[in-house]
């Protein structure tokens, strides 16, 4: 069974910093390509940032220079660093894993940045 479990949202003021983890389990995670999304209130979910398997990384322009995606293939475990964090950045974020014919996805931990 697949399973992504976020951790390390909460609540932050703005200019703070969180550190988000997704742990993997169930899958080969090495061969998976791995998203952040975020989805805030009454608006869709998008990509925030995502690492391919061979580590290549891409950013939403919102949050670039801003956020860190990384990924530790001997934990299962993919992080996403978010430094500089702005009102606009609260939302529950979440875990994705993909490939093709695979896409899987977490349960999502809120980060509520006050201003």
């Known amino acids: 069974q697949v399973q992504l479990v976020e951790s390390g949202g909460g609540l932050v003021q703005a200019g703070g910093s969180l550190r988000l983890s997704c742990a993997a389990s169930g899958i080969n995670f090495s061969i998976m390509h791995m998203g952040w999304y975020r989805q805030a209130p009454g608006k869709q979910r998008e990509l925030v940032a995502s690492?391919?398997?061979?580590?290549?990384?891409n950013y939403a322009d919102s949050v670039k220079g801003r956020f860190t995606i990384s990924r530790d293939n001997a934990k299962n475990t993919v992080y996403l660093q978010m430094n500089s964090l702005k009102p606009e950045d609260t939302a529950v974020y979440y875990c994705?894993?993909?490939?093709?014919?695979?896409?899987?996805w977490g349960k999502g931990t809120l980060v509520t940045v006050s201003s």
């Open positions: 994705n894993a993909f490939r093709v014919g695979m896409n899987y």
């Open positions: 690492i391919t398997s061979g580590g290549s990384t």
